[in-house]
């Protein structure tokens, strides 16, 4: 299996990625590059990939210019790489590099398919369970209320406005007939008690539940508490109390 796979902005099919072996490397840029992007922003040599192990590397040649390398799948997970910024590692499967090019955005794709995961059981070890640091049901509706308002962004908008309690009402009513707007703020309460939030999260005034929501989603998504896959929860039947 190879380490990398790049795929360059016009690639139609399989046979115009092209695919690196750890212990080589890629340049990108306009022109004198293994990875040529056409475009009078990118500079003549732009930038360097390198595969090692399960992640890459990634140099920034710009004299000017930040590179942003986003993860499609991340709700806007992303890593930056400042000009002139050597074997930068990034840590994505699946990457997105940003190149911004007199006024223009340009990207291209990375995959990692090496990336490996160990066991994360006991083994056997003795003693008290690790506590964990977040507790969640995902049978119960208080996680329902947690994956409607981060849905948005799961869907590949990371700055998306988030739901409206009435919008929420709405989203959640096929999995939850009873669903009210009540029962909605005080699932938000209790989320932001479960989660440990801070009290000086919350807004003042009528702007309370909008930091409270924000402050959940940020959490949840910056420690992978809820994910793409959890959408499916919000048409399965039977949920049960919070």
């Given at each position: 299996m190879h380490s990398l796979i790049v795929v360059p902005p016009t690639c139609a099919d399989a046979n115009g990625q092209i695919k690196l072996r750890a212990g080589e490397r890629l340049t990108f840029g306009r022109a004198d590059a293994g990875l040529v992007i056409a475009h009078e922003g990118v500079p003549r040599v732009a930038g360097e990939l390198t595969p090692d192990r399960t992640f890459w590397l990634l140099s920034n040649h710009s004299e000017d210019q930040t590179y942003?390398?986003?993860?499609?799948?991340?709700?806007?997970?992303h890593v930056k790489v400042a000009p002139g910024r050597l074997d930068a590692p990034v840590p994505f499967e699946f990457?997105?590099?940003?190149?911004?090019?007199?006024?223009?955005?340009?990207?291209?794709?990375?995959?990692?398919?090496?990336?490996?995961?160990?066991?994360?059981?006991?083994?056997?070890?003795?003693?008290?369970?690790t506590a964990p640091a977040f507790s969640l049901d995902r049978t119960k509706r208080y996680f329902a209320v947690l994956t409607a308002l981060c849905e948005p962004r799961l869907r590949g908008e990371p700055h998306a406005p988030l739901p409206a309690v009435e919008d929420l009402v709405v989203r959640l009513r096929e999995v939850w007939p009873g669903v009210t707007r009540s029962a909605v703020y005080w699932n938000i309460d209790y989320l932001a008690v479960k989660l440990r939030l801070r009290e000086d999260t919350a807004e003042p005034g009528g702007r309370r539940l909008n930091g409270k929501k924000e402050t959940l989603?940020?959490?949840?998504?910056?420690?992978?508490?809820?994910?793409?896959?959890?959408?499916?929860?919000l048409s399965a039947p039977a949920?049960?109390?919070a």
């Open positions: 942003v390398v986003e993860n499609p799948e991340g709700a806007g997970e990457s997105r590099v940003v190149l911004p090019a007199a006024g223009d955005l340009l990207t291209f794709d990375v995959w990692a398919p090496r990336h490996a995961f160990r066991s994360v059981s006991r083994h056997g070890l003795a003693g008290a369970l989603v940020a959490l949840a998504l910056r420690f992978d508490l809820v994910q793409e896959d959890d959408l499916r929860l949920l049960r109390e």
